[in-house]
């Protein structure tokens, strides 16, 4: 029988980011070790409807898409009743990426119904701030995850989480004998190669997400507007997803007067590109406290360090540990801190101190964050009949 595997996006699919890009990590690292698998998503992309054969994860793995129609983000369909329905009732196992989306749902409440074993990897979605913004100011979603989200996620095997901070959000809502399955997200980096330091004047920051506060992209600008060097420019990509947020970020962009790039959505080469022509990435997430902090892990670190690139990273992420293992700064959610990891930035400048941090981050990835190792480790608790509620240790080891 082949374990099932439930997503609300998948790659190719175009404007949904990091869950759907876990999924097909994850995925393939799993195809790679021969376990055989059915998935289940929706044929949404912002690009066209995908087909079964636009998804390419492995001769394992058997791509069943259902229509998407209406709320195009959280995947809804009424084809996903009979197929999500089907998939939990034959598959031994099902693991669910993302909550509170309508296939992760369904599968959650067919896996209670069916009494059929399940694992669900949050994606953020129980980050405590997260949380609590939704408890203060989202009624209508607090009862729903009061009602179905926090019912079924205590009936799971095992909460994949990737920090420790996420972590802390399942037991805040679920209690401290949550079972949790700490596991970093893994990024094959066997075909990304390390770019050269840019032969470019002044420091370029990249900065790879959607336009949004919970991103805390504006209050990074702010910071940064503070201590930039004439030569230093900010390189932004990434979709709008919400109209004042965007209207402010675009003010912001023109006070720069030409210092800020912003390239919109970027297809994954162009992305690899936009790195390698960025001295450091940044993810500010969580600066701007009134959005909530949600980025829980942020594949985009893990991209950067493959490319080569050192990481401006919010405290409270999965990458406290990167200063000390030496392929990054991490500053406090103020602007004061994030200024001066700025200048700490700015002081690195180009010699051997950039390119052991670059060396360091690259490193990190290929050794912390195999995906087909830290795939194995998923696999082994989802497959496992004798589940317990010790959590597992999330790897945090420096280089």
Not at 374 to 397: A, C, D, F, H, I
Request: charged fraction near 20%.
């Amino acid at each position: 029988m082949k374990v099932a595997i439930v997503t609300t996006h998948i790659p190719p699919a175009k404007g949904y980011g990091g869950v759907s890009v876990t999924a097909s990590v994850l995925t393939k690292a799993w195809a790679e070790r021969d376990h055989k698998m059915v998935l289940v998503a929706s044929d949404e992309s912002i690009a066209g409807r995908l087909q079964p054969e636009n998804v390419h994860l492995g001769e394992q793995v058997d791509v069943k898409l259902y229509r998407c129609y209406g709320f195009r983000r959280w995947g809804f369909g009424l084809g996903a009743i009979p197929l999500l329905f089907k998939l939990c009732l034959q598959a031994p196992v099902v693991y669910i990426h993302g909550i509170a989306t309508w296939p992760s749902t369904l599968a959650a409440i067919f896996c209670v119904v069916l009494r059929r074993p399940f694992m669900v990897a949050i994606h953020g979605g129980l980050m405590p701030e997260h949380v609590e913004l939704i408890r203060r100011e989202k009624p209508h979603k607090w009862l729903f995850y009061k009602w179905l989200t926090f019912p079924t996620l205590s009936r799971a095997i095992a909460i994949h989480c990737t920090s420790e901070t996420e972590a802390e959000g399942v037991r805040n809502v679920l209690g401290k004998d949550a079972r949790v399955l700490l596991v970093p997200n893994g990024i094959d980096s066997r075909d990304i190669k390390v770019a050269p330091y840019p032969d470019e004047e002044g420091m370029n920051i990249c900065f790879l997400g959607h336009i949004q506060q919970e991103k805390g992209i504006n209050a990074f600008i702010r910071a940064w507007l503070k201590v930039r060097r004439p030569a230093d420019r900010l390189l932004i990509a990434g979709r709008s997803v919400n109209g004042d947020y965007f209207e402010e970020f675009q003010a912001l962009v023109e006070q720069a007067q030409g210092a800020i790039r912003y390239n919109g959505y970027l297809e994954r080469d162009e992305v690899l590109d936009l790195l390698a022509t960025s001295h450091f990435l940044v993810l500010p997430s969580g600066l701007e406290e009134a959005g909530g902090m949600r980025e829980n892990f942020g594949n985009v670190v893990a991209e950067a360090m493959a490319v080569g690139r050192p990481v401006l990273v919010a405290k409270g992420l999965a990458w406290d540990h990167l200063e000390s293992a030496g392929a990054g700064f991490v500053f406090d959610r103020t602007e004061a801190s994030v200024c001066e990891v700025l200048r700490k930035a700015q002081a690195v400048g180009d010699g051997l101190k950039w390119e052991q941090m670059s060396w360091s981050g690259r490193q990190y990835v290929e050794q912390q964050l195999n995906p087909v190792k830290l795939g194995e480790q998923v696999w082994q608790v989802l497959n496992s009949r004798n589940q317990t509620n010790q959590p597992q240790q999330l790897v945090k080891e420096s280089l």
